[in-house]
């Protein structure tokens, strides 16, 4: 069974900090990954995705994958309370062209 | 204004009566899929369509059908509603199946 797993949380980090979240996949041959930001209550809207080309960095957020390890991860620069959200990780299933497997999602709450 | 929508926002019924949850974008998607979403469990996929015509199961098709009549809509049935199908569902849409996905606005079910 393909996985993609992220620690729930909640992760706690003071306003301004960098804020650093996980994502583990199991996969190998995964060559698309998401970000998708998610508010309570809303629906999820897309942060960021990257190939396994590269990192790629879009104003305060940068999504880095690591292959050899198997995880890709978000960074978001001074962090800001409208930044507490839960954020999802998607990845693609490499035994289907149309399928995403998606992570539970982590709680991000900053604190101000 | 570009956007994904789904009808009804909310819905409380009972065991074994049949309902649909309509979806409709206006972007000239040609992939579109449902989703549920249960707390620990992340976004899991129940359907998706290629185009109009071409569907095919997700990872949780049991208990649900869909059909792609037309390009901008995509309703979700589910004949026989149980209880284990209380969640919250979303609809969403994209030009290619892994490029960024645009969701509806969510649908909370309740089957007593």
């Known amino acids: 069974q393909k996985e993609v797993e992220q620690n729930s949380g909640p992760l706690s980090v003071p306003e301004g900090a960098i804020a650093s979240l996980n994502c583990t996949y199991s996969?190998?041959?995964?060559?698309?990954f998401f970000w998708y930001r998610q508010y309570s209550g809303k629906s999820p809207e897309l942060i960021m995705f990257?190939?396994s080309n590269g990192d790629k960095e879009d104003g305060r957020f940068t999504a880095q994958l690591n292959k050899a390890s198997q995880y890709v991860s978000l960074l978001i620069r001074d962090s800001q309370p409208s930044d507490s959200a839960t954020y999802l990780c998607a990845v693609n299933n490499e035994g289907s062209n149309y399928q995403l497997i998606w992570g539970a999602g982590t709680k991000l709450i900053i604190k101000p | 204004e570009a956007q994904v929508t789904q009808n009804p926002r909310y819905l409380i019924t009972v065991t074994g009566k049949k309902l649909t949850v309509t979806c409709s974008q206006n972007?000239?998607?040609?992939?579109m899929s449902w989703y549920r979403q249960d707390p620990g469990l992340g976004l899991r996929q129940i359907y998706y369509s290629m185009n109009v015509e071409v569907t095919d199961k997700g990872d949780v098709p049991e208990g649900y059908k869909v059909s792609r009549k037309e390009k901008r809509n995509f309703p979700l049935i589910l004949e026989s509603p149980s209880p284990n199908q209380t969640s919250l569902y979303f609809c969403?849409?994209?030009?290619?199946?892994?490029?960024?996905?645009?969701f509806g606005p969510g649908t909370r079910l309740l089957v007593l």
């Open positions: 996969d190998r041959g995964s060559q698309s």
């Open positions: 990257i190939y």
């Open positions: 969403a849409s994209s030009p290619q199946p892994l490029e960024t996905q645009y």
């Open positions: 972007m000239n998607h040609e992939y």
